[in-house]
């Protein structure tokens, strides 16, 4: 926690678990569009995207996550509610499981594949996310994380100045929120990874007109609220995303902005977050207006994949009673949603963690499944199959689940590949042992793990023909 500094305004305390920063939100840049010392990152010039291509509904889809904040109190916010006059209020969306992290996991891969910490993860190569839907259609996309040192960065977190009392150092920037990061089919290609960018590429992005046609928007752990209030964010809205909506580059009558939240603070209860749909491409009869259907964070892709005709996943952005799409683009697409909506019962509970059985829980260890590779999703096509992937390993092929942590293991994707772009190239460093939080440096471990990566399917195999326990025991 950090020490109590008053800034001359009004000093908001914390009201929940999470939150506790008692400090006034400052700007970090001049404006949205300037780049600033206090993002540290250096800028690596413009992005480059390919020509435009049309959506059904919308050309360009921006998502902004802020974190940990229940229903009720985003809905007291007055910065809140004016924006909600300007877009669709979705007050039955719901995240997936708690905390972070798997959230974040979930929005791009589909999946939270069992995992119920902040743990420092990766995901192996031949597990897709939107991003190889996007690319197979020539969708330009990016993600833009405040306080992210260098492109392509991999460490755990990032320390620097800190920039609101200009006195020491702060932690703004952590992987647990830069979801596309932790999957090694971005993080592993040159040409991905470095499409996960900071602020002040965000900066020169707007300003040559160049935001991509996705992107995923993460700002740093006081403008998100984590560290702080909804107050805090407020005021960052009103000096960050405000006058972007008045920014043509940023939002024009074809862009659509999901600003949600990574999760209900209260675990005890289901998981509602205030979610908004905001920017031009919301239909003028639809604004200041409420869609109560039932959406999921599974919906931001689904709904994707039904503006642009995509693939899919094949996992929870297939799942039907999870993957509603917006229901102004499912008139538009012609989806039919699975008509729960408002608080019926027929909404799953969402508040559970820890015992789902997964790669990425330790206590309920079970390995990488291939997704459903039959299902047909929003975008009316088939599944996305990548490079090296085992479609016969689906999850009813796979053992049940064993308990690592009684074996003293970590999961077996809790280690670091050690990935790194410090220099704008790949660089892979040689194998050490591995850690459950690797430091900023993005380097480390886990050579053996990165072999593991590159043959997930073989490693699965292995399990099932050895036995789990052995099989675990002889690879890890
Ligand atoms: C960094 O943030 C501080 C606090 O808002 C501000 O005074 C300073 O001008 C910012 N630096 C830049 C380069 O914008
Ligand atoms: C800066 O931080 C140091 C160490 O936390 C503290 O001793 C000092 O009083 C701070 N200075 C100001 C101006 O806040
Ligand atoms: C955005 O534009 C509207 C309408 O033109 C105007 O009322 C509003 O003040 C502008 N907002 C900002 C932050 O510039
Ligand atoms: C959207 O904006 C474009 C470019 O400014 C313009 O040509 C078009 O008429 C607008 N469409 C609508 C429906 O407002
Ligand atoms: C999840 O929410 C439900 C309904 O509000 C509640 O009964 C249940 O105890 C919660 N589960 C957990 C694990 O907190
Ligand atoms: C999320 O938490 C808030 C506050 O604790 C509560 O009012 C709201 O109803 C919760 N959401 C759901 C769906 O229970
Ligand atoms: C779909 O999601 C629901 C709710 O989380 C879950 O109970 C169900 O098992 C999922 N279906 C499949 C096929 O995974
Ligand atoms: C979608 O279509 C249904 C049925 O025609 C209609 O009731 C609903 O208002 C439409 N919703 C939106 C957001 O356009
Ligand atoms: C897994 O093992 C750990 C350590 O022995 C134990 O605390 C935990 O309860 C076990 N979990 C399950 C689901 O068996
Ligand atoms: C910047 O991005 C380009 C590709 O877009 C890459 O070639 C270059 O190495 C990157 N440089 C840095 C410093 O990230
Ligand atoms: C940042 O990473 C370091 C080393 O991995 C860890 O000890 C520290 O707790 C992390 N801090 C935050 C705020 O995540
Ligand atoms: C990354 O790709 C290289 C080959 O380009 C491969 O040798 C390595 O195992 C991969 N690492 C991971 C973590 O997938």
Not at 172 to 201: C, E, M, P, Q, W
Request: net charge negative.
């Amino acid at each position: 926690m950090r020490s109590f500094l008053a800034f001359g305004t009004t000093v908001a305390f914390a009201s929940t678990a999470y939150a506790a920063i008692a400090q006034s939100f400052l700007p970090p840049a001049a404006s949205p569009e300037s780049s600033s010392a206090n993002y540290t990152g250096q800028t690596n010039g413009t992005i480059s995207n390919g020509p435009v291509v049309q959506g059904k509904v919308f050309d360009r889809f921006i998502q902004i996550w802020i974190e940990n904040t229940d229903f009720a109190t985003a809905a007291s916010s007055p910065v809140f509610q004016n924006l909600s006059k300007e877009g669709i209020l979705l007050d039955s969306f719901y995240a997936v499981t708690h905390p972070s992290e798997p959230n974040y996991i979930a929005a791009v891969g589909g999946d939270f594949f069992g995992s119920a910490d902040d743990n420092f993860y990766h995901i192996p190569q031949n597990i897709s996310t939107v991003v190889d839907l996007l690319e197979a259609k020539n969708i330009s996309w990016a993600t833009y994380q405040e306080n992210m040192p260098y492109d392509g960065f991999t460490g755990f977190n990032f320390t620097q100045t800190d920039y609101l009392t200009g006195n020491g150092t702060y932690t703004y920037y952590v992987r647990k929120h830069n979801g596309l990061i932790i999957f090694d089919s971005v993080t592993n290609v040159t040409d991905r990874a470095l499409r996960v960018r900071n602020f002040n590429d965000f900066a020169n992005d707007v300003k040559a007109d160049d935001i991509p046609q996705w992107s995923f928007i993460t700002p740093n752990l006081v403008n998100d609220g984590h560290d702080t209030t909804i107050d805090f964010v407020g005021d960052w809205l009103n000096f960050w995303l405000i006058p972007l909506l008045n920014e043509t580059k940023f939002n024009n009558n074809r862009t659509v902005i999901l600003l949600t939240f990574d999760e209900n603070e209260t675990q005890s209860i289901n998981n509602r977050i205030y979610t908004l749909v905001l920017g031009g491409g919301v239909p003028e009869n639809l604004r200041g207006t409420t869609d109560s259907t039932f959406y999921t964070h599974y919906s931001a892709l689904s709904s994707v994949e039904a503006n642009w005709g995509l693939q899919s996943l094949g996992r929870g952005d297939t799942n039907t009673t999870m993957n509603n799409v917006f229901e102004f683009v499912a008139n538009v697409t012609g989806w039919k949603n699975n008509g729960i909506s408002g608080n019926s019962s027929d909404i799953p509970l969402l508040n559970i963690t820890g015992t789902i059985p997964g790669p990425l829980n330790a206590a309920h260890y079970i390995p990488f499944a291939a997704p459903n590779t039959s299902a047909v999703g929003a975008g009316g096509q088939g599944v996305f199959v990548a490079q090296g992937l085992n479609t016969s390993l689906s999850a009813a092929a796979l053992p049940g689940p064993v308990n690592l942590t009684a074996q003293g293991q970590i999961s077996p994707w809790g280690t670091d590949p050690g990935i790194n772009y410090a220099n704008g190239t790949k660089v892979i460093a040689s194998p050490t042992a591995s850690s459950t939080s690797p430091g900023g440096s993005g380097g480390g471990s886990g050579g053996s793990n990165a072999a593991v990566g590159a043959r997930a399917g073989a490693e699965v195999a292995l399990l099932v023909g050895l036995g789990v326990v052995c099989g675990v025991a002889m690879l890890f």
